[in-house]
């Protein structure tokens, strides 16, 4: 059968010009192999993306600490105590997933041992453990912010349950019930 034409026959079937194909057309997809140049190149856009979530991340995190200082921010106790809650575990598992990864992040490339694989593995290692930039020092960061986070809603929380609590006291004093 010449390749292309559509007929000839398959497992014992005969296929026209107009039948569906007897099997599936394969296909198959190439990823060309990323360069030390083009490495480097993308490496400066990489960082300053992260910088600019590590930075989005903070101010967040430092409008809630101004919030939950100047008594702005308010939730009820038990919504507070759920949140937390919530803020803590996804800490948790940040650090977790530090800790698993780190090792595993740190480990060079086995590109062989030319120049230029060895180029190439020291920059792929500096983007996943930098110190000033890679994704365990991401990681270290986002753990940070919800580390705070989860200390403003505990201030805050406990800035509530102390204001209810003297507003029971100030009710039983004055002769009235809470």
Same mark, same amino acid.
């Given at each position: 059968?010449?390749?292309? &034409?559509?007929?000839?026959? &398959?497992?014992? #079937?005969?296929?026209?010009?107009?039948?569906?194909?007897?099997?599936? !057309? $394969? &296909? #198959?997809?190439?990823?060309?192999?990323?360069?030390?140049?083009?490495? *480097?190149? *993308?490496?400066?856009?990489?960082?300053?993306?992260?910088?600019?979530?590590?930075? @989005?991340?903070?101010?967040?995190?430092?409008?809630?600490?101004?919030?939950?200082?100047? @008594?702005?921010?308010?939730?009820?106790?038990?919504?507070?105590?759920?949140?937390?809650?919530? $803020?803590?575990?996804?800490? !948790?598992?940040?650090?977790?997933?530090?800790?698993?990864?780190? !090792?595993?992040?740190?480990?060079?490339?086995?590109?062989?041992?030319?120049?230029?694989?060895?180029?190439?593995?020291?920059?792929? &290692?500096?983007? *996943?453990?930098?110190?000033?930039?890679?994704?365990?020092?991401?990681?270290?960061?986002?753990?940070?912010?919800?580390?705070?986070?989860?200390?403003?809603?505990?201030?805050?929380?406990?800035?509530?349950?102390?204001?209810?609590?003297?507003?029971?006291?100030?009710?039983?004093?004055?002769?009235?019930?809470?």
């Amino acid at each position: 059968m010449a390749e292309g &034409t559509g007929t000839g026959t &398959t497992g014992g #079937t005969t296929t026209g010009a107009g039948a569906p194909p007897v099997t599936p !057309d $394969v &296909t #198959t997809s190439v990823t060309a192999p990323i360069t030390a140049e083009q490495l *480097a190149a *993308a490496k400066p856009a990489l960082q300053q993306q992260m910088l600019v979530d590590k930075a @989005g991340a903070s101010n967040a995190a430092a409008k809630l600490d101004e919030a939950a200082d100047s @008594g702005k921010l308010t939730l009820d106790v038990d919504a507070a105590d759920a949140l937390i809650k919530a $803020v803590d575990a996804a800490r !948790d598992q940040v650090m977790d997933l530090w800790k698993r990864a780190t !090792d595993q992040l740190a480990t060079p490339l086995q590109l062989g041992e030319n120049p230029v694989a060895k180029a190439i593995s020291a920059r792929f &290692t500096d983007l *996943a453990v930098g110190e000033d930039s890679g994704a365990a020092k991401a990681l270290l960061d986002l753990f940070k912010v919800l580390d705070d986070i989860g200390d403003a809603l505990r201030r805050s929380r406990d800035s509530i349950r102390d204001a209810d609590e003297d507003a029971e006291r100030s009710m039983k004093n004055a002769g009235g019930s809470w």
